[in-house]
């Protein structure tokens, strides 16, 4: 069993150096997502960052209240009690948190939407390597492409799970993030990501194969044409054997620019 709701909190002030030591905050507004007992809170705010933390825990959000009564009362620091998955999100310039783990996804991808300049994440390990598996590699599968279709992404260091209490079962990884558009511009991100969650639910098939599963949304005749717009060598390709311009490309396909 995990913690409930996620909850391992960073007890080993190492750990909590190395994090702000990959990131300027002085002066910055800062999102925290799950402050928790407000380890890392407390080091941004002593490095002269505004934090915004969004915590989900109604006991948690208390015992901060209390702990940073001086810094909330001057403004510095800005408590929001809920789900960092759904609530609305008070302004900000970049990110610094250690993620709660079964939520990562989601809140990667709602950060990555609602966008940021920089970001330091900690995320379970074997999580954060699949977002940096570099597409056209074995691995690869559309955690990596999605991520990297959308931002820089950079493994800094791991933390073990002595640092934590409780101890978590997993290894974590510390990743930086920089947003940027999409190297490849995409016509209708929608489809585009339609189209890599349909490719890697058959990740065992060919593309060809693999988009025949759209029939039924886009119809024969146009499924038929599309196909004949892509290049044969793609159309035979494994998934994780594209990059990201293939992604694009079979995205932007029958589309207008
Ligand atoms: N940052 C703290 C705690 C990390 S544990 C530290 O490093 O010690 C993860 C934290 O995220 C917990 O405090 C948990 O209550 C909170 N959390 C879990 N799910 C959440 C969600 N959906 N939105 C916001 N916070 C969440």
Same mark, same amino acid.
Request: charged share 20%; hydrophobic share 10%.
């Given at each position: 069993m995990s913690a409930p709701r996620d909850q391992h909190f960073l007890i080993d002030p190492s750990a909590v150096e190395r994090i702000l030591s990959c990131i300027e905050v002085g002066g910055c507004r800062i999102l925290e997502i799950?402050?928790?007992?407000?380890i890392l809170t407390r080091a941004l705010l002593d490095r002269g960052a505004t934090v915004v933390a969004v915590e989900l825990d109604y006991a948690l959000c208390r015992t901060l209240e209390s702990l940073f009564s001086p810094e909330i009362s001057r403004g510095r620091l800005l408590l929001v009690q809920g789900d960092a998955v759904r609530c609305a999100l008070p302004p900000f310039e970049k990110v610094v948190s250690n993620l709660p783990y079964s939520v990562s996804s989601r809140i990667t991808f709602r950060l990555l939407d609602v966008g940021f300049s920089e970001a330091i994440l900690m995320y379970q390990k074997e999580f954060a390597e699949r977002m940096v598996t570099?597409?056209?590699? #074995?691995?690869?599968g559309r955690l990596s492409i999605m991520a990297q279709t959308y931002a820089e992404i950079e493994p800094c260091f791991e933390i073990s799970?002595? #640092?934590?209490?409780?101890?978590?079962k997993v290894r974590s990884l510390v990743l930086r993030l920089i947003p940027h558009e999409p190297r490849f511009p995409l016509v209708d991100r929608t489809r585009y990501n339609d189209i890599v969650r349909v490719l890697f639910s058959h990740r065992r098939k060919t593309v060809r194969n693999g988009l025949k599963s759209l029939r039924g949304s886009l119809g024969s005749e146009h499924l038929e044409y599309l196909l004949s717009q892509i290049p044969e060598d793609i159309l035979s #390709?494994?998934?994780?054997?594209?990059?990201l311009e293939d992604f694009a490309l079979l995205a932007n396909a029958g589309l207008k620019p």
């Open positions: 799950g402050p928790g007992r407000g570099k597409p056209g590699t #074995s691995g690869c799970p002595q #640092s934590f209490n409780p101890m978590p #390709s494994r998934p994780e054997e594209l990059q």
